[in-house]
């Protein structure tokens, strides 16, 4: 193969290289090029797919949540978060790539940054150290999986809440209060509270919807002890998570978690901190007055509004954009919530 260059007299600066094949002259810029068009064509014919349903052969399935499918494996659980996506209480028809993957990722970061308020249901987010028949099913398990400890539940969510906003802003908008908690008059949609709450919620009877109940009706559910030390560190690791995202430039305004009991104790269990299970909002953009830019799925509320959706099954799926606007959105998030950048 012979080489030849030729240089443009009119500016050195910009030198075009070709050379020669058996085919011909060939200008090497617009090679480049149309290998970088080449390169955007591979990733448009393979792009990162998303994980709706695992399928783990003999493993009994014990159950599929809007995002997380349970399994049995010994006497231990097995957490897979899929990339499926939930809106006003449906699954929607189309995932997020790598959704399962940041959430669980961020769980895990939560789990160790708060192991010292409280225990947790982790046993190993390490698929080498699985068992053995789990090993098969690596590419459904790698990234987005947790073995956990078996735990009697709390029929509870314990809601800690900084900020007004949700159905919180709804409430108080009606009655001044908060979870029967009365609030100071004046707020506004978005305003921080005088102090964090805890405002618990339970399931309807078709297991649909969160009801926010009164901390007296959680005593007569758990336990006037329990229900004292679920506030507790419910509010404890409130104090501590929204310590570390302001830290990181965010504010988190509310959250939920899950608890259950182990012979050794109460845990925290189940996902933790994630946009899913939070509202996190841009600390510099922070505006009393109105709804605040969050880092969660509000592309997809969005989307699902302005197509006049009757929230009625079927849901609908998604279109490319808003699936790759909200897949941006739960990349940054992890990236700003722990400092690392992740690879799907």
Same mark, same amino acid.
């Given at each position: 193969?012979?080489? !030849?260059?030729?240089?443009?007299?009119?500016?050195?600066?910009?030198? *075009?290289?070709?050379?020669?094949?058996?085919?011909?002259?060939?200008?090497?810029?617009?090679?480049?090029?149309?290998?970088?068009?080449?390169?955007?064509?591979?990733?448009? &014919?393979?792009?990162? =797919?998303?994980?709706?349903?695992?399928?783990?052969?003999?493993?009994?399935?014990?159950?599929?949540?809007?995002?997380?499918?349970?399994?049995?494996?010994?006497?231990?659980?097995?957490?897979?978060?899929?990339?499926?996506?939930?809106?006003? /209480?449906? +699954?929607? #028809?189309?995932?997020?790539?790598?959704?399962?993957?940041?959430?669980?990722?961020?769980?895990? %970061?939560?789990?160790?940054?708060?192991?010292?308020? +409280?225990?947790?249901?982790?046993?190993?987010?390490? +698929?080498?150290?699985?068992?053995?028949?789990?090993?098969?099913?690596?590419?459904?398990?790698? #990234?987005?999986?947790?073995?956990? $400890? $078996?735990?009697?539940?709390?029929?509870?969510?314990?809601?800690? *809440?900084?900020?007004?906003?949700?159905?919180?802003? !709804?409430?108080?908008?009606? %009655?001044?209060?908060?979870?029967?908690?009365?609030?100071?008059?004046?707020?506004?949609? #978005?305003?921080?509270?005088?102090?964090?709450?805890?405002?618990?919620?339970?399931?309807?009877?078709?297991?649909?919807?969160?009801?926010?109940?009164?901390?007296?009706?959680?005593?007569?559910?758990?336990?006037?002890?329990?229900?004292?030390?679920? &506030?507790?560190?419910?509010?404890?690791?409130?104090?501590?998570?929204?310590?570390?995202?302001?830290? *990181?430039?965010?504010?988190?305004?509310?959250?939920? %978690?899950? %608890?259950?009991?182990?012979?050794?104790?109460?845990?925290?269990?189940?996902?933790?901190?994630?946009? /899913?299970?939070?509202?996190?909002?841009?600390?510099?953009?922070?505006?009393?007055?109105?709804?605040?830019?969050?880092?969660?799925?509000?592309?997809?509320?969005?989307?699902?509004? =302005?197509?006049?959706?009757? !929230?009625?099954?079927?849901?609908?799926?998604?279109?490319?954009?808003?699936?790759?606007?909200?897949?941006?959105?739960?990349?940054?998030?992890? &990236?700003?919530?722990? #400092?690392?950048?992740?690879?799907?």
């Amino acid at each position: 193969m012979r080489v !030849k260059y030729r240089s443009a007299q009119s500016n050195r600066a910009l030198r *075009r290289e070709y050379f020669s094949d058996r085919s011909g002259l060939i200008d090497k810029a617009r090679l480049r090029l149309d290998n970088r068009r080449f390169s955007l064509f591979i990733k448009e &014919r393979n792009p990162l =797919s998303a994980l709706l349903n695992t399928h783990l052969g003999a493993i009994p399935l014990l159950g599929r949540g809007k995002v997380r499918d349970l399994y049995a494996v010994d006497d231990a659980l097995l957490l897979v978060a899929t990339d499926r996506i939930s809106a006003f /209480d449906y +699954v929607l #028809g189309t995932g997020i790539p790598g959704k399962g993957k940041i959430l669980t990722q961020i769980s895990l %970061f939560w789990f160790g940054l708060l192991a010292d308020i +409280v225990p947790n249901h982790l046993i190993t987010a390490e +698929v080498g150290e699985y068992p053995a028949e789990l090993k098969a099913f690596a590419d459904q398990l790698e #990234g987005r999986s947790m073995l956990v $400890k $078996k735990a009697e539940m709390f029929p509870v969510e314990c809601v800690a *809440r900084g900020y007004l906003a949700g159905s919180g802003w !709804k409430e108080y908008c009606a %009655f001044g209060t908060v979870c029967g908690i009365p609030l100071p008059e004046g707020l506004e949609d #978005g305003s921080r509270l005088p102090e964090s709450l805890f405002t618990p919620a339970t399931k309807s009877k078709d297991g649909m919807h969160d009801l926010n109940i009164s901390f007296e009706e959680t005593a007569a559910i758990t336990g006037s002890a329990d229900a004292a030390e679920l &506030r507790r560190l419910t509010l404890a690791i409130y104090e501590k998570a929204a310590g570390h995202a302001e830290s *990181r430039g965010l504010i988190l305004a509310d959250t939920k %978690f899950e %608890f259950g009991r182990t012979a050794q104790g109460i845990i925290l269990a189940d996902e933790v901190l994630t946009p /899913d299970s939070s509202r996190f909002w841009e600390g510099a953009g922070w505006k009393p007055g109105g709804p605040q830019p969050s880092f969660d799925k509000q592309y997809v509320r969005d989307y699902l509004e =302005s197509i006049r959706w009757n !929230k009625q099954a079927p849901a609908p799926s998604l279109p490319p954009e808003v699936v790759e606007q909200t897949q941006q959105k739960y990349v940054e998030a992890y &990236r700003r919530l722990t #400092g690392h950048s992740i690879e799907l």
